[in-house]
């Protein structure tokens, strides 16, 4: 498919997905600021089980009640199993290979105590959901290019020899320069924890304070977007209100700041912000990239109400463990070897655990 018929098939799909908003229900009427425009202040947290992409038991977007509560109960098991004390005597070497969430071997640094992922899943207008994503309609990524697929595995691959060449090809939370994922945004999206965003407004300017690492989202209202020239952490953000519905489009973030291997240069992100309740914000978003996917990414997340304040997230791993990663790759190298992103397999069976 050639650059224009791309675009083409893009903008379709767009539109296309443009029917899956959850319209808000019922008659509730968001509070006015001093300025006339919809009361979003407060804080917030996104916070859920939900995943990004629907699990392959569901083929719906909304589940049962049932559905919901038996993937509640599961987590609360989970973390029930998580809030168990590890052994003082057990070595490096005992460690579960998998301890869950993701985390392996040396990983399993986390109990249940540390971590703050949600306990419940997505409900909009009362009803659950299975995956965040709700375009394409089966709740799952699109494809990539080609040409994404192979600029991700230059990138991200486990193979890449560049990923300990220095700081700059680490990611941007482990340089405390971003959150981990897209927390920070745009997308803002909910993370292992740390999910809570505090939204302060005046006349021409909202403010999103993230607490993942330590970001202040500046979104400029009715505002000239920057220069294609000028790209900033979390990109240009403009808004504009349509009725009751904050709408923020962003463009000219970093390359290094793309969602799941999009490219930050090329990306655009319109999220929809509308209070549905006195203690829930329905957050949408659309991610269009034609250079990274074949086809735009819609999803919906309930902001829900939460005590504050905000606290610090005091980011050490600038500080400290970058310096491990880094320092680690350097032994290897005087040892001859090449390091991966797997640093547990490169020292095991070496005396290195």
Known sequence: MNAKRLACAFAAAALAAAPAFAQPTGAYKAPRNAWGQPDLQGVWTNATITPLERPAQFSTLEISEAEARAMETATAQQNAEGLKPTDPAAKVTDLPVDC???????????????????????????????????????????????????????????????????????????????????????????????????????????????????????V????????????????????????DTLVVETSNMRPEQGFRGASGATQKVTERFTRISPTQILYRFTIEDPATYTAPVTGEVAMNATKGPIYEYACHEGNYALEGILGGARELEKQGRTPTSDPVADLAGEGGL
């Open 220 to 243: 400029r209202l009715n505002a000239k977007p920057l220069p294609a020239s000028v790209r900033q952490w979390m990109g240009d953000s403009i808004g504009r209100w349509e009725g």
């Open 100 to 218: 869950g969430r993701g985390f392996r071997g040396t990983d399993c640094g986390y109990n249940s105590f540390w971590t703050d992922p949600g306990t419940k899943v997505i409900r909009i207008n009362g009803k659950p959901r299975s995956s965040i994503i709700v375009e394409p309609a089966n709740g799952k990524l699109p494809p990539m290019t080609p040409e994404a697929r192979q600029r991700f595995a230059q990138r991200f691959g486990r193979s890449n020899p560049r990923a300990f060449d220095g700081p700059e090809m680490r990611s941007l939370g482990e340089r405390c320069i971003l959150s981990f994922g897209t927390s920070a945004g745009p997308p803002m999206l909910p993370l292992l924890y740390n999910n809570t965003y505090e939204i302060v407004q005046n006349k021409d300017e909202i403010a999103i304070q993230v607490e993942m690492v330590h970001d202040v989202r500046i």
